[in-house]
Nanobody, 114 residues
Framework: VQLQASGGGLVQAGGSLNLSCAAS??????MGWYHQAPGKLRNMVAT???????DYRDSVKGRFTISRDGAKNTVYLQMDSLKPEDTGVYYC???????????WGQGTQVTVSS
């Protein structure tokens, strides 16, 4: 199974980006996005279950929205009101089923200038 992430780029503070991650097969487990800032550990940004239950890191609540399209095996992350501290590599994550181990995409770079 492959996860192909896209949508990163350079944006000014206050701007928006929309990340997408397409899986090469159907995903019935959780999907999500993780963020790794320069020199820091990778941390959860948002996750979404097959049923649409979402969870967000406190610092992005109200600014980011995660969604998924089951028919396209794709998870999205709409990022609004971006801040310089949102800069880093964003990795998509997925579990093929609720009992399988997690898979990672290759990451997409997001840079927010002040």
């Amino acid at each position: 199974v492959q996860l192909q992430a896209s949508g990163g780029g350079l944006v000014q503070a206050g701007g928006s980006l929309n990340l997408s991650c397409a899986a090469s097969r159907s995903i019935s487990g959780v999907m999500g996005w993780y963020h790794q800032a320069p020199g820091k550990l990778r941390n959860m940004v948002a996750t979404i279950s097959r049923g649409g239950f979402t969870d967000y890191r406190d610092s992005v609540k109200g600014r980011f929205t995660i969604s998924r399209d089951g028919a396209k095996n794709t998870v999205y992350l709409q990022m609004d009101s971006l801040k310089p501290e949102d800069t880093g590599v964003y990795y998509c994550y997925a579990r093929i089923s609720i009992t399988s181990s997690g898979l990672w995409g290759q990451g997409t770079q997001v840079t927010v200038s002040s």
